[in-house]
């Protein structure tokens, strides 16, 4: 099983030594309840460094009072396996208090990039992601950590606030893994009933779809968006807090697709909020 830290000192410590050795560092940020997308992440930074570090943190300051942070899954011991498995070197499972002693004060926020897509919904979720993102780099000092492209918004404000920073880490995004039906791999997708898990890989084909009309010769960014929506809004008692089409780069809306751009949806089937995105070219 993967070696476990569970203090600031302990995993500095370790990576310290890990480094005086000559290896470089990758680090992979979770909050556990790891699946398969996990391990690709973990088996992508060890490409690209000789000891990875996966973080597991439950953060409280990135759920809203009515959001899932009580039931959301805590699986360490197998999290600990697949980390092996997936060759990480080390596990730091933090206790909160650990990461936010009593005295905190201060906290993250990356202007714009999180008042589109998620942010309306999830208010202070990002400025909790970006908060606790800052805080596991500084901890672990890696040369590259890796994000998956599912968590697409998060991925975009995190690289920003590297480069705004001046955070010595390559931030890396990594393709999204997929179930052979198309639904986006999620710890979130174990609270799906059977029927809602069997919908479920229609969103995916409401992105696909739009994909095909863009490389047929679409580019209104409004028609896309409406044709998008509707394909949702045909899931049997799906409801979407969101489907939109925004600029890749800014997340804002994006009239004509005259530059790359992002088709991003958040979808709730029962009470399982799923989220997923493509590129538009």
């Known amino acids: 099983m993967t070696p476990l830290a569970v203090t600031i000192a302990e995993v500095r ?22 699946h398969e997308g996990h391990a690709s992440l973990v088996r992508r930074a060890k490409s690209f460094c ?25 699986t360490l011991e197998a999290d600990r396996e697949l980390c092996r498995l997936a060759g990480a070197d080390l596990v730091f ?41 800052l805080k596991l780099l500084n901890i672990v000092q890696p040369d590259v950590a890796v994000f998956g492209a599912k968590d697409a918004q998060q991925a975009r404000i995190i690289r920003r606030m590297v480069e705004d920073l001046n955070v010595p880490t390559v931030i890396d995004v990594a393709p999204t893994v997929r179930e052979a039906d198309g639904l986006a791999l999620s710890s979130r997708n174990r609270y799906l009933s059977p029927i809602e898990r069997a919908l479920a890989p229609q969103i995916y084909r409401a992105l696909t779809a739009l994909q095909q009309r863009v490389s047929a010769g679409e580019t209104d960014g409004a028609r896309l968006e409406s044709s998008l929506q509707a394909s949702l809004a045909a899931i ?42 493509v590129t538009l070219p």
């Open 93 to 133: 499972a933090p206790s909160a208090i650990e990461i936010y002693p009593a005295d905190c004060l201060t906290t993250v926020e990356v202007a714009k990039l999180g008042d589109t897509l998620c942010g309306p919904s999830r208010p202070g979720h990002f400025r909790g992601v970006a908060t606790i993102v």
């Open 236 to 277: 049997p008692g799906a409801r979407f807090d969101y489907a939109s089409i925004v600029d890749d780069a800014t997340l804002q809306p994006i009239a004509r697709l005259d530059r790359p751009a992002l088709a991003a949806v958040a979808v709730v089937l029962g009470a399982t909020r799923l989220i997923d995105n």
């Open 50 to 74: 000789d000891f990875v570090v996966v973080t597991i943190f439950v953060n409280p300051t990135q759920f809203g009072p009515k959001e899932d942070f009580a039931k959301y899954p805590r």
């Open 13 to 34: 410590k370790t990576v310290t030594d890990a480094r005086q050795t000559g290896r470089h560092i990758g680090c992979v940020p979770t909050m556990g309840a790891l």
